[in-house]
């Protein structure tokens, strides 16, 4: 036989299957889509939780109290600093702020003062405007710098001017800031799972009120080692024990349970999705195999070998899965971002949009080898007849199409990580 000849009567069979076709390929991307998508999304949560989890706790120890830190407790992370237990800390002032005197929840932000020369201890961040911006060169002179979210919010930009109204450290007053947007950040690095906020130095900060104390809510530290890391967080803990000391070890290991939490909800969500596409797949291979019986005789009694036969019903078999798996990997992409976008929503967090071409590939071969498994549920309750010779075409060739989707999946993960 010419090859010609088994894709043109592959073409025809598939066109000619019209519905069914459609179903069957609606039915396998319906699987890949439910179960990649999800899995993206449990990835992306992973990465935002535990990726570069130094800078996301704000250096190897973060300290926070109920009870504001006054200025006469820095004098004991100075002594740490000075004998070697520590590299470096900052203490920062956190607390409401809103241009409006009565402004809602919604429309509040955080007002962070930090002091330029040390904070951070960790990864400079990156600068969105201008480009070569840094916060020791910008925090000054009533000077602040914004995210993204924040601008959008208020319909700001770089070098407007805004009213800001701040609640103090000890909770009782306030301080009216006259505040100029000199800097945009990125959510990346220590600000990775910050949203909405905006930074102030110390002086500018205590300039509004000079009566008022700085009472300082977090301190950052970082060290040398792992070692030096466990002995300050123990000095630190006994100095101060109303405080919150979290290392760096221990946030990510409070940070993975809550990633587990969530990709187990995930998980269920997509089994209940693939539950719902695989029974559709059962109806349909069983309506296929039982429709093609006559065909499968006729094409033996004009004389087309079992090996014809597996290539025929092979291919068409790799093309379903091929198109199904392309339309499933599209899907999947546009419905992980969707729901990436929930999860942010649902969760006070940032997540990063990425693809792992991984998790598609694992994937696609798993619901292969389902796939495979289920044709032979369907293969026993059949002797050998025309019937089983499609049975068996597709269980041989089931990996087939499980390949051509995991081609065509990766393909689109690859032209979409390039966009």
Known sequence: MKASIYFNYTSRSLLRGGQRTILAIFCVAVGVMAIVSLQLVGQMINSAFTSNIRDANG?????TSQTPFKSSDLSFFANLKSNGTITSYTP???????TGLAASVTQSFTLEAVDPTTFPVVTPPSFKTPADGSISSLLKNDQVVVDQNLVDQYNKKVGDTLTVHASTSSGTGGVTLQVKIVGIVKNT???AQSNDFMLISHDDYQAADPK?????????????DKAHTDQAAKAIADHFPIANTVTADQALKNNQAQVDFIKKFLEIAGLLALLIGGVGIVNTMQVLLSRRRIEIAMLKTTGYRRFDLYLLFGLEAGLLGLVGGLVGAAAAIGVS???RNIVQQVFPIIIPFFLDPVII???????AMLER??????????GYTSRTILGEVLIENGLIGGTGALLAMLLVTLATSLL
Request: aromatic share 8%; no cysteine.
């Open 59 to 63: 250096g190897d120890i973060a300290v």
């Open 212 to 224: 008022l104390p700085l009472l300082y809510d977090s301190i950052y530290v970082t060290t040398v």
């Open 92 to 98: 920062t002032i956190s607390g409401n702020a809103s």
């Open 337 to 339: 971002y969707l729901v």
């Open 373 to 382: 498994r289920r044709e032979l549920g369907i293969l026993k309750s059949v």
């Open 361 to 367: 590939i694992a994937n696609a071969v798993a619901l």
């Open 189 to 191: 690095g220590v600000f």
